[in-house]
Nanobody, 123 residues
Framework: QVQLVESGGGLVQAGGSLRLSCAAS????????MTWFRQAPGKEREFVAT???????YYADSVKGRFTISKDNTKNTLYLQMNSLKPEDTAVYYC?????????????????WGQGTQVTVSS
């Protein structure tokens, strides 16, 4: 069983930055696909960014060039650096993990989820 705990959310003004972290309970980031999703009120959970076990990254078009996903395998921790934040980035952000090399963007393919961290961007 893998436990994931997100942190780093908060309230920030438009144009500001935040860095989210996701700590895994055991050796995960080096062997699992790790992905950030977000869910705004009244909307479906959507893909944000993913990093494979081999460190290949992929981003949603809406965050490309502003967000950076990374990981530290020695700390079993996943990160999401968010710059140039916009009000439309406001959501609960979740990290998720699935075993294997594939990096699907649909939430249904992920086995393990964190509890989420709120990000609010004011205009």
């Amino acid at each position: 069983q893998v436990q994931l705990v997100e942190s780093g959310g908060g309230l920030v003004q438009a144009g500001g930055s935040l860095r989210l972290s996701c700590a895994a309970s055991r050796r995960t980031t080096s062997t699992y696909a790790m992905t950030w999703f977000r869910q705004a009120p009244g909307k479906e959970r959507e893909f944000v960014a993913t990093i494979s076990s081999a460190s290949t990254t992929y981003y949603a078009d809406s965050v490309k060039g502003r967000f950076t996903i990374s990981k530290d395998n020695t700390k079993n921790t996943l990160y999401l650096q968010m710059n140039s934040l916009k009000p439309e980035d406001t959501a609960v952000y979740y990290c998720a993990a699935r075993m294997g090399s594939a990096v699907p963007t649909a939430p249904t393919f992920y086995n393990y989820w964190g509890q989420g961290t709120q990000v609010t961007v004011s205009s």
